[in-house]
């Protein structure tokens, strides 16, 4: 079975500087999908980030991009320049072919003024 | 495009009640899911569907869980016979059909409590 492990329950980072959620999974399969989805309070989750994992290149989406680390089967978050906005529950999320998403735990991230 | 929708967005019953939700999916998106968040932790998989037919189901739902999509739109998902551990929210996601790199859009979930 696949499992993803976010091994860091809670992080925070200062307004405007970098912060990085690490994420690893556990699969035999050599094709699949990785994601990280934002929870803000009481909110629905939306995507934030997405990788293919057959692509060497990390994916990245404007302050948001990922360290994708295929044999190490790491898939770490990096956002940059963080805003209070991004203050929110992050999961990571594994996906094989058309099934089902396999999520992490979460890490809840606070953004300081 | 107004998103997945879910309804009730909260419900409080007493345990033993038979409990329903619904959600209706993005319109054009053939796949459903539903999850199940408890506090703390992330989204947990139930079961989805392709188009009417449900394609699986988690060992988490158990014979009290039954989910149906009659014509392939909307979905529901019933408990029967609710315990304290069915709290949770439950979400339910929809995506494109045959795009696996394609996300799972989710709605805003519904919340249920077990008095």
């Known amino acids: 079975a696949q499992t993803v492990t976010q091994s860091q329950p809670e992080m925070s980072v200062q307004e405007a500087e970098t912060v990085t959620l690490s994420c690893t999974y556990d699969?035999?399969?050599?094709?699949?999908?990785l994601f990280w989805y934002k929870q803000p309070p009481s909110r629905q989750m939306i995507l934030v980030i997405r990788?293919?994992?057959?692509?060497?290149q990390n994916a990245t989406e404007n302050r948001f991009s990922v360290n994708f680390q295929k044999a190490a089967k790491s898939f770490s978050l990096k956002i940059s320049d963080s805003q209070l906005g991004d203050a929110a529950m992050y999961f990571c999320?594994?996906?094989?072919?058309?099934?089902?998403?396999?999520f992490g735990a979460g890490t809840r991230l606070t953004v300081k003024p | 495009d107004t998103g997945v929708s879910q309804d009730p967005r909260h419900k409080i019953t007493k345990r033993g009640q038979n409990v329903t939700f619904r959600c209706d999916p993005i319109?054009?998106?053939?796949?459903l899911y539903w999850y199940r968040q408890t506090l703390g932790q992330g989204p947990e998989f139930l079961t989805y569907?392709?188009?009417?037919?449900?394609?699986?189901k988690s060992r988490l739902l158990s014979d009290r869980f039954s989910a149906e999509r009659p014509k392939g739109s909307f979905s529901t998902l019933e408990i029967q016979r609710t315990e304290q551990g069915d709290s949770a929210m439950y979400l339910c996601?929809?995506?494109?059909?045959?795009?696996?790199?394609?996300?799972?859009?989710f709605g805003d979930g519904t919340r249920l409590s077990i008095l």
């Open positions: 996601a929809s995506s494109p059909d045959s795009h696996s790199n394609q996300p799972q859009h």
């Open positions: 699969t035999s399969e050599s094709d699949y999908y």
């Open positions: 999320a594994y996906r094989r072919g058309d099934n089902d998403m396999r």
């Open positions: 319109s054009e998106h053939n796949r």
């Open positions: 990788q293919e994992a057959y692509k060497q």
């Open positions: 569907f392709q188009n009417e037919a449900q394609l699986e």
